[in-house]
């Protein structure tokens, strides 16, 4: 069975900083990984997504994810948060082998960017 | 462009009561999905289609559901609502295969409160 683990309820950054957030993945074989961001009384947008290649991938809106095959994870980056960045993120997993687009998602992070 | 569109966006059901859940797409995908959204579980998913006349569960299919008579629509039925069906319901539409596997085009979702 696949899954994904996002550690963190809530990580809180100051406008300007660098953020991170983490995610871990478990799946059987290779995997396809996801980054969804989920607006307030919104439906999910799609970030970013590794499916082969370059561990650095990027996405919507300034923010990038690296892979790491020998740690399974897969975190988000951003270089500098911005206040509108305020958002709950989702990470999300695929076994290669699967079938469809059956996604496993994490439990979600809220990010909390501050002035 | 519509998207993906989910009716009704808020539903009040008595223990017991059967009802269903609208999802439109006017992006031709084939695939779609619903999952439902409760606090500190990420998103679950309870049914998909790959095509029109293909359905198959996903984690958490009890209690609800579907059918895909066209590639547009895949209603979600609830057949007898319980209190623990509260909760916010998305469906996500997406090509089927690569290269766009996994980018999900999820709708604003439908807030469902059984009492």
């Known amino acids: 069975a696949q899954s994904v683990a996002q550690p963190e309820d809530q990580v809180n950054v100051a406008e300007g900083n660098p953020l991170t957030v983490k995610c871990t993945y478990s799946?059987?074989?290779?995997?396809?990984l996801f980054w969804y961001v989920q607006y307030p009384n919104r439906g999910l947008q799609f970030l970013l997504k590794y499916i082969t290649g370059d561990n650095l991938v990027k996405g919507s809106y300034g923010f990038e994810a690296e892979f790491n095959k020998s740690q399974t994870s897969f975190h988000l980056k951003k270089p500098s948060a911005l206040v509108s960045d305020s958002a709950l993120y989702f990470c999300?997993?695929?076994?290669?082998?699967?079938?469809?687009?059956?996604?496993?998602f994490g439990t979600g992070t809220q990010l909390k960017v501050e002035l | 462009n519509a998207g993906v569109t989910q009716t009704p966006k808020f539903q009040v059901l008595k223990t017991g009561q059967s009802m269903t859940l609208q999802c439109a797409q006017d992006?031709?995908?084939?695939?779609m999905s619903w999952y439902r959204q409760d606090p500190g579980m990420g998103l679950r998913l309870i049914h998909y289609s790959v095509g029109a006349g293909i359905t198959d569960q996903g984690e958490v299919p009890n209690g609800y559901n579907v059918s895909r008579s066209t590639t547009e629509d895949f209603p979600l039925r609830l057949l007898s609502a319980a209190p623990s069906q509260t909760s916010v319901y998305f469906c996500?539409?997406?090509?089927?295969?690569?290269?766009?596997?996994?980018?999900?085009?999820f709708g604003e979702g439908s807030r469902l409160t059984v009492l």
């Open positions: 999300a997993v695929r076994d290669k082998a699967g079938g469809g687009n059956k996604l496993t």
């Open positions: 799946v059987s074989g290779n995997p396809y």
């Open positions: 992006m031709n995908h084939e695939y």
């Open positions: 996500a539409s997406s090509y089927y295969g690569s290269p766009n596997t996994g980018e999900l085009f």
